[in-house]
């Protein structure tokens, strides 16, 4: 299904659920796309929630921004134009660049009674400088396209050892575009790296304000194996939001929900049962 929201983008979603059950928005990391979220959505609606997976703007199958804004507060009227034209708050689950846009929209009482729920996927505040600068190293890496999938494959495991090497790569094509020069390509608007370089004070300062107006239940998931959120962000994240619960997953780096989905959608399910009942 597709949203068309108050910049005049389409934004490309997968629902899963009853829409009259309470609405779950997941928004997935950034160069990721929804499918990041492999069967989280369909878990949260066989436990009564209606789960909407968006793809960000600049990724996927929506919209790319002409000018390039690719900006936390863009991301976020995006995401309210979306709740308010489906009619009710939603609980947020974001990972990485998703748990920005979500605690931008939780943090900001302009926008408060939007959200009812924050689960933060393996971000902090904002994410460890080194392991940030790490993401946009890979995602830059892939700048001069594929020549396969199995190069592409072969790029992630390099930067995922962990994980195990799937047998069958096709369902890589929901993460790649196949351009005219017959190679692949990221599903993502190469003008989002421009948007992440530079000077992040800025941004950095107004998440840290957001922070600390989150009033509404709040979880941070962290992967053990993760250095975007180490100790340090966990901490701080948890003395700026003191009434945040905490979970760690074992064997799970920053791409918890692909590393460890069952494990992770469990976790997120529990939470929104005990916060919403």
């Known amino acids: 299904m597709k949203f068309k929201v108050s910049s005049g983008l389409n934004i490309e979603a997968t629902a899963c659920g009853n829409s009259s059950d309470p609405l779950v928005i997941l928004l997935h990391g ?16 066989q436990s009564g929630f209606y789960a909407l997976a968006i793809d960000l703007r600049g990724h996927g199958d929506s919209d790319w921004s002409e000018d390039g804004d690719y900006a936390i507060e863009s991301y976020r009227e995006d995401l309210l134009s979306i709740i308010k034209q489906i009619g009710k708050p939603a609980s947020l689950i974001g990972a990485s660049l998703g748990g920005m846009i979500s605690l931008s929209t939780a943090g900001d009482k302009l926008y408060q009674d939007y959200c009812n729920a924050l689960v933060m996927v393996d971000i902090g505040i904002y994410p460890n400088e080194d392991g940030s ?24 495991s390099s930067y995922l050892p962990h994980r195990e090497k799937p047998k069958d790569i096709s369902g890589l094509k929901k993460n790649l575009r196949l351009k005219s020069d017959g190679k692949y390509y990221w599903h993502w608007d190469p003008k989002f790296i421009e948007s992440r370089t530079g000077n992040r004070s800025v941004y950095r300062e107004k998440q840290r304000v957001y922070a600390n107006d989150i009033s509404v239940p709040t979880l941070l998931i962290r992967g053990a194996l993760s250095n975007v959120v180490t100790q340090d962000e966990v901490d701080d994240f948890l003395t700026t939001i003191n009434h945040a619960e905490f979970i760690e997953i074992d064997k799970a780096a920053h791409m918890i929900a692909g590393d460890r989905n069952d494990i992770f959608a469990n976790a997120a399910i529990r939470f929104l049962e005990k916060t919403l009942n």
Request: no cysteine; hydrophobic share 30%.
């Open 30 to 45: 950034g160069g990721q796309t929804r499918y990041a979220w492999g069967g989280t959505a369909e878990k949260l609606s």
């Open 133 to 156: 600068n790490e993401i946009l190293k890979f995602m830059s890496s892939g700048s001069k396209g594929f020549e396969s999938l199995e190069e592409a494959s072969n790029a992630i």
